[in-house]
Antibody, heavy 124, light 110 residues
Framework: QVQLVQSGAVVVKPGASVKVSCKIS????????IHWVRQAPGKGLEWMGG????????FYAQKFQGRVTITEDTSTDTAYMELSRLRSEDTAVYYC?????????????????WGPGTTVAVSS | QSVLTQPPSASGTPGQRVTISCSGS????????VNWYRQLPGTAPKVLIY???QRPSGVPDRFSGSKSGTSASLAISGLQSEDEADYYC???????????FGTGTKVTGL
């Protein structure tokens, strides 16, 4: 059974960067596609990007191109999402989610198991 | 800005059948698999349907999904109180080269 454990809530200042981690257990990162999705307060789900090990490619939503970086450390089975030049509109819950367990692995099949989310508040 | 359009709300009495639609285009629903997610207040989304109509282990068979052309739908047969939640459709978009979510539908019981 795969489990995703995310880093804790943070408060960051406008203009700064934040790096959220997602530790996988029960599977290895090389078996999974990893997605990052965020949800602003009272709003819907918004896909930010994802990595597909089968295609060895990282995909980013156009909205976040140049501001988001998704990386992985296969030695610790931990995925990371870093968002830079933060502004108040980036205040949201950030989720990591996998494909390859409940749903098929390739990135275009989407997400089957979700982490609990990490709250990022951007405030001066 | 969501690419997939859902009705903002849906409702039904306990035991009633509720259907949620998801409208897209040829670059997303028309050419890729659709997933459906349920999100209870304050919790992470959970997949209900993947690959248009497949239910993961543990999801009750009263949840069913279908797709036709550039639209998809989720049906909840026998609405229960615990089904009151937000529901989202999602699909890969070949033009955007990224994943897109629906606008979300809040299901409430009458």
């Amino acid at each position: 059974q795969v489990q995703l454990v995310q880093s804790g809530a943070v408060v960051v200042k406008p203009g700064a960067s934040v790096k959220v981690s997602c530790k996988i257990s029960g599977y290895t990162l090389t078996e999974l596609s990893i997605h990052w999705v965020r949800q602003a307060p009272g709003k819907g789900l918004e896909w930010m990007g994802g990595f597909d090990p089968g295609y060895d490619e990282t995909f980013y939503a156009q909205k976040f191109q140049g501001r988001v970086t998704i990386t992985e450390d296969t030695s610790t089975d931990t995925a990371y999402m870093e968002l830079s030049r933060l502004r108040s509109e980036d205040t949201a819950v950030y989720y990591c989610a996998t494909g390859g367990v409940v749903v098929p692995a390739p990135h275009f099949y989407g997400m089957g198991v979700w982490g609990p989310g990490t709250t990022v508040a951007v405030s001066s | 800005q969501s690419v997939l359009t859902q009705p903002p709300s849906a409702s039904g009495t306990p035991g009633q059948r509720v259907t949620i639609s998801c409208s897209g285009s040829s670059s997303n629903i028309g050419s890729n698999a659709v997933n459906w997610y349920r999100q209870l207040p304050g919790t992470a989304p959970k997949v209900l349907i993947y690959s248009n109509s497949q239910r993961p282990s543990g999801v009750p068979d009263r949840f069913s999904g279908s797709k036709s052309g550039t639209s998809a739908s989720l049906a909840i047969s026998g609405l229960q109180s615990e089904d009151e939640a937000d529901y989202y459709c999602a699909a890969w978009d070949d033009s955007l080269n990224g994943f897109v979510f629906g606008t979300g539908t809040k299901v409430t019981g009458l």
